[in-house]
């Protein structure tokens, strides 16, 4: 069963992070994800980098994935994305 270790380190592997939490059960995880790649992208790019960085395992292990993408701009700021 994976872990929200192993999708924060899957992630991490994947995506420059500033910073990067993820919680979860086995099958649905959430993510807070920092990173300044996320800058000027709107959204929808920021999820798929994100899905990029997971590559095959968001189809084969990962069943369920939740994110906020944010910039480090964003995170110190306190704004939700």
Same mark, same amino acid.
């Given at each position: ?5 192993? %999708? ?17 059960? *086995? ?6 994800? %920092? ?7 709107? #959204?929808?790019?920021?999820?798929? #980098?994100?899905? &990029?960085?997971? *590559?095959? &395992?968001? &189809? ?9 993408? #944010? ?11």
């Amino acid at each position: 069963m994976v872990t929200p270790d192993d %999708v924060k380190r899957y992630i991490a592997a994947g995506l420059e992070c500033e910073a990067l939490e993820v919680t979860g059960d *086995g099958q649905h995880f959430e993510a807070k994800i %920092v990173s300044r790649l996320f800058e000027g992208k709107r #959204l929808v790019q920021r999820h798929q #980098l994100v899905y &990029r960085a997971l *590559g095959d &395992r968001m &189809r084969e292990e990962i069943h369920a994935l939740s994110m906020r993408t #944010l910039t480090p701009e964003e995170a110190q700021a306190g704004s939700e994305g």
